[in-house]
């Protein structure tokens, strides 16, 4: 390790702590020469991933891509900054954990889809028009049907589950009120 400041070699470490959740190691140090202080991070080398984009070609697997998306995604919503990098962090991981070496952009943004269903609709339906690459009226509530029934399929699973405890059993489809446009 050079100081970046004099390219002395006599650098010690002051403090070292985990930092990223884990993820890397942070440290401390000071050049013994100059006296700069300066921070360094250690972190674990994945295998590069490279994404197969739809027309076929390929390039390297760029979180900051995704974030950017589920950044815009999220835009006016009360979704914090931190859960949407959590939610790319743990994309990321699932992906390195994965071994797999190649994997499409179609898998990746089903992918962020699950996790935004799971964090915000609105933005969930944000994203499926971009990525989906919505032509009109038709594809948004196509999209929305599908929202309501995946939704309509855990409240009836819930309920099933709570049925067996209680007794009572899950409301019918004639029970609940539709919507048209």
Do not use: W
């Amino acid at each position: 390790m050079k100081c970046p400041k004099c390219s002395s070699r006599n650098i010690r470490v002051l403090e070292s702590r985990s930092a990223e959740a884990g993820q890397s190691v942070r440290r401390r140090r000071e050049c013994m020469e100059c006296k700069f202080r300066f921070t360094t991070y250690e972190r674990i080398e994945f295998v590069p991933i490279m994404t197969i984009k739809r027309e076929g070609s390929q390039e390297s697997f760029d979180r900051n891509k995704i974030l950017k998306g589920v950044m815009r995604a999220c835009e006016k919503t009360d979704v914090s900054v931190k859960a949407m990098e959590a939610l790319v962090e743990g994309l990321e991981e699932t992906l390195q954990l994965a071994d797999k070496q190649e994997i499409t952009t179609r898998e990746i943004g089903e992918m962020v889809l699950q996790r935004l269903q799971d964090l915000r609709e609105v933005a969930y339906v944000r994203f499926a028009s971009v990525y989906r690459q919505f032509r009109g009226v038709r594809d948004f509530m196509d999209e929305l049907g599908t929202l309501v029934d995946n939704k309509d399929a855990i409240a009836s699973e819930h309920n099933l589950e709570t049925s067996n405890v209680d007794g009572d059993s899950a409301p019918s489809s004639s029970d609940r009120a539709s919507v048209s446009i």
